[in-house]
């Protein structure tokens, strides 16, 4: 029902956009930087907090308005700053990679769906796919099984479960190119784009594992009932949008190519 609740919730900001996404992404980050100044520094958490949710509010705010520059710039003075607290290396890079982690993505998530005129298909095309990798990744594992990715990584996580969480997405980005009705080459083109982002979700949700291993915590709150908390529900969404976000900031005319004439 939690799970429910939130895609129906996600799918309904991101439909109508603008302030109600902004809005969205601006609660999570909200809920995120809480999440992660309590896993890595629970010594002083209020702090960490403060900057991390100051970084990534902004971030998300400057996004709304077009101006991912700023916004990154922004976020990056304000992850740089907090890291001044910190005495070691690693306690740095903790903390000026943690904000960055956390209010990058969902910046970049409110500048996909403002980019005109293939926004939301953007969107819509990432949650497809990203929920099917992960619910046949969950179910292939299970069903499937056989060895595991790594108990330094995760120790429930298996190679069935990626292969078959890729093959998912690949049949979703497939979906995806004929629903937006793509020219029939670049059909296929989507075939390998699903498995790319289905691919770096599954691997944001290990790299979440990792963290929370590394920190010595089950999940990172308990906010979601079910869940964890909200880096544990979009650790996926939030990989797959800096790949999106990446390869849409350096080649523009992509979309163009990859939908036809949209929903």
Known sequence: MSGLVLAIGG???????????????GAAVVAMSYEWARMSEPEATTPAFMFALAGSLGA???????????????LVACALLSATRRRSLTGVIETAGGAIYIGLPAALFVWLRDRAPE???????????IWAADIFAYFG????????????LSPNK?????VSGVAAGAVAGWGCG???HAEPNYRMA????????????????????????RFGVKDASRLI??????????????????????????????TSLLFGTGL
């Open 11 to 25: 799918v309904t900001a991101a439909y109508f956009g603008g302030p109600w996404l902004a809005g969205a992404c």
């Open 60 to 74: 998300v705010m400057f996004s709304s308005w077009q101006y991912l520059t700023y916004g990154f710039v922004w």
């Open 119 to 129: 926004g939301l298909e953007t969107i819509l095309a990432l949650f497809a796919i």
């Open 141 to 152: 594992g299970k069903i499937i099984g056989g060895p595991k990715i790594g108990r330094g």
């Open 158 to 162: 298996t190679w069935s479960g990626i």
């Open 178 to 180: 004929t629903l937006f």
């Open 190 to 213: 989507w075939l390998a784009i699903g498995a790319l982002i289905a691919f770096t979700g599954l691997m944001g949700d290990l790299f979440e594992s990792f963290l929370k291993r």
């Open 225 to 254: 009932p079910g869940h964890g908390g909200v880096l544990d529900r979009i650790d996926s969404l939030m990989a797959a949008s800096l790949l999106v976000g990446a390869a849409l900031a350096f080649g523009p005319r992509a």
